[in-house]
């Protein structure tokens, strides 16, 4: 049985939807991380206010939209 051949034009769609599916799982991700790290700390020092999970969980947030960023212009410059 003979293996379909992809054009340059397939492979470089295919490696795009890879990029763009993952977009999504950063963002979660990273903003969970910088929340429980934030959480964690708090319980940690036995803080009275949430401090430290306000202040990681932004910081989760703006990691997480810095990578998305990246990744869209990693697709838009390939296309």
């Known amino acids: 049985m003979a293996r379909k051949q992809f054009s340059d034009e397939d ?9 763009a ?3 999504g799982l950063t963002l979660v991700i990273s903003s969970a991380l910088g929340f429980g790290f934030g959480w964690w700390l708090d ?3 036995h803080t009275q206010t949430p401090w430290f999970t306000l ?5 989760g947030v703006a990691a997480g939209f810095l ?3 990246k990744a ?3 697709i838009n410059k390939d296309e």
């Open 21 to 23: 599916s993952t977009i």
């Open 72 to 74: 869209v212009s990693d």
């Open 43 to 45: 319980g940690k020092l």
């Open 55 to 59: 202040v990681f969980g932004l910081m």
């Open 67 to 69: 990578e998305m960023f």
């Open 11 to 19: 492979r470089r769609s295919l490696r795009n939807l890879g990029r």
